[in-house]
Every structure is written in C-alpha cells, then in structure tokens.
C-alpha cells in the first residue's frame, strides 16, 4: 500500500504554532494535500494528540494519526518521538515534564492551548514547552525506545535545533529509526546529511507545520502493509519507501 506520510505536525500547544492549528484544520488541510499518515508532535508536551485523533476517526477514518512529541535535549536538539499509544505517549510526556528547565518570567502557559476535537478550549499547559530538558540526545533516544517508540532526529539539515550543526557531529552511538530532513532541504545539504551519519538509516520529509501554510505537499511515500504504527516501523527497518 502506498502512503504518504508526514510525522511532524505541531497544534495549538506548541507556543510557536498558530492558533489556527486546531483538529478540524489540521485534518482537512493534510486530506487535500493527499497525506494518508500524520504524527502529532508539540514541543514536550501530547495534550492535543487525543483530540486530533478522536476528530479524524470521527469525520476523516481514512487518515491514520499517531501520537508523538518534539523534545528537546539539553544540547538544545530537537527528537522527535513517534509512540505506539497514546498511553505509552502520556507515560513519555510525565517523565519528560519531570525533567523540562523552569518555567520564565513571562507567562507562557497562556500560549499553550489544549482543545477537545470540537476546539473547545479545556485548560491551559502550564509547563514550559519551549524549554529544554536535561536529558542528553541519546538519553532521549534510550528513553523513546523504552516505550517501543520510534526515534527521528527533526530538520536535521538545520542549523537552528538540527542534531548535526547544534552538536557538529552525528554521534556514533545514538541509535535513531529514521533521520527528518526540512521540506527545503537543498540536494547539497542531503549530501551532507548522508555523510555526517555513520550508518545506513532512511531519510525523511516532514513539512513541521506550526502553520496551516506551512504545510506541503508530501515528499515520502512509503510502502506499508497497512497504516498502523507497527507497520510504519517496520518499513522504516525495512526501507521500504516508494520513489515517485
């Protein structure tokens, strides 16, 4: 089965996305770019994922949504974490709150929305989603596959928040699933990318949309038996993407 996927989506939580980023716009702007497979990733934080899935398999069960979360390393590098469950993700998201850096002078909490699949508001995040946590990445990377998740470096062609100019290097030892590389990635920075990792990994498209404009037409098909998250994985282990 052909599927198009894009696994870094941000909603209304994420302090730096738009308020425009609710379930109904989400769903309806990646269904008329033809995407069949999303990953709800907010910055350190899933409180919107559940509303984003029960909208999609009230009014769009065509589309698969996966619970996920951007976190943040200490070194300042954005993971991404792809989770089977929504369970598994809000176990991930207590351990993470327990270790975020605190909270500013300015009240960020107002700008953390989290909704129910309708948009109604329910209450704000009052943890900082913008801050980091004290895990290193490869703490990070240990800590996702603890929950069988999947691990994926985000815009790692980047040099704000990417692994590899953020840390100058791509760690021997870090042990990731796929690495992300930005919509606007150049064939040179692919170059780069594929030569800074020391082994054979998949490389993905995500749009990273904090924005319904950001949104974009999908880049990475893959071949999956069905659109499940087992399936995902194992295509990604297996390398089975469709070249079109």
Avoid: W
């Avoid at 425009?20 to 910055?43: C, F, Q, R, S, Y």
């Avoid at 998740?149 to 290097?169: C, K, N, W």
């Avoid at 040179?188 to 998949?202: D, H, W």
Wanted: proline share 5%.
């Amino acid at each position: 089965m052909k599927v198009a996927i894009d696994l870094h989506i941000h909603t209304l939580l994420s302090p730096c996305a738009g308020v425009e980023m609710i379930p109904i716009n989400i769903v309806m702007k990646v269904l008329e770019l033809g995407i069949d497979m999303i990953a709800i990733t907010d910055h350190n934080a899933v409180g919107n994922i559940s509303s984003v899935v029960n909208f999609a398999k009230k009014y769009a069960p065509e589309l698969k949504v996966l619970p996920g979360m951007e976190i943040t390393s200490r070194e300042e590098v954005h993971i991404l974490g792809i989770l089977p469950t929504l369970e598994s993700a809000k176990e991930l998201e207590l351990i993470i709150h327990k270790h975020l850096s605190d909270v500013p002078d300015k009240n960020y909490s107002t700008e953390q929305l989290i909704v129910d699949e309708d948009a109604n508001f329910v209450r704000y995040e009052e943890h900082f989603l913008l801050g980091s946590t004290d895990f290193s990445v490869e703490e990070i990377s240990n800590l996702v596959h603890s929950f069988g998740g999947i691990v994926i470096p985000a815009h790692i062609d980047r040099e704000s928040f990417g692994l590899i100019y953020t840390l100058g290097f791509f760690p021997p030892n870090l042990k990731v699933d796929a690495v992300e590389v930005s919509k606007f990635a150049t064939e040179e920075k692919l170059e780069i990318v594929r030569a800074s990792i020391p082994y054979r990994v998949p490389i993905i498209f995500s749009s990273d949309a904090h924005f319904l404009n950001d949104f974009s037409k999908p880049r990475t098909f893959l071949d999956l038996e069905e659109k499940s998250f087992e399936a995902l994985k194992k295509a990604l282990r297996d390398y089975k993407f469709l070249r079109v």
